[in-house]
């Protein structure tokens, strides 16, 4: 009796899909990188949307002073030095607006100063 393997076309579409689904697989697990730019007296971009469940880091710098940023609501914060980026990582894990305020003093401004996250399912 005579077996019959796969023909080499379909084989080649099982090696395609199987390489894309696990391409995709592990893009999903790399963090998202988002650059912020910090100045007195304000974060550029000064609003982020993300998604819940997904890694992302931010990372900071500053040309000016010495500044901060600290989430309240998130138990999130890190100290941004001049002329040193400084990456703060994390995976939302819940919905809504959060409001990230300059932990470092920095001016007259400083009180102004805010990062609003808003996490989306």
């Known amino acids: ?3 019959r393997s796969l023909p ?7 090696l395609l899909l199987a ?28 609003e982020i949307t993300l998604k819940k469940g997904d890694p992302v880091v931010l990372s900071f710098t500053t ?4 500044h901060g940023i600290a989430f309240k609501e ?3 914060s890190t100290k941004i030095s001049k002329g040193k980026p ?6 939302p894990s819940q919905t809504g607006d959060f409001v990230g305020h300059c932990s470092v003093f920095c001016g007259s401004g400083h009180g102004t100063m805010t990062l609003s996250l808003h996490v989306v399912n």
Do not use: G, W
């Open 19 to 46: 390489s894309f689904f696990l391409k995709t697989s592990a893009a999903q697990d790399a963090p998202k990188h988002i650059d912020v730019t910090v100045k007195r007296f304000a974060y550029e971009p000064a």
């Open 63 to 66: 040309a000016d002073v010495p």
């Open 74 to 76: 998130l138990n999130l």
């Open 1 to 3: 009796m005579k077996t």
């Open 86 to 91: 400084s990456e703060l990582s994390f995976t």
């Open 8 to 14: 080499p076309f379909l084989f080649a579409c099982f």
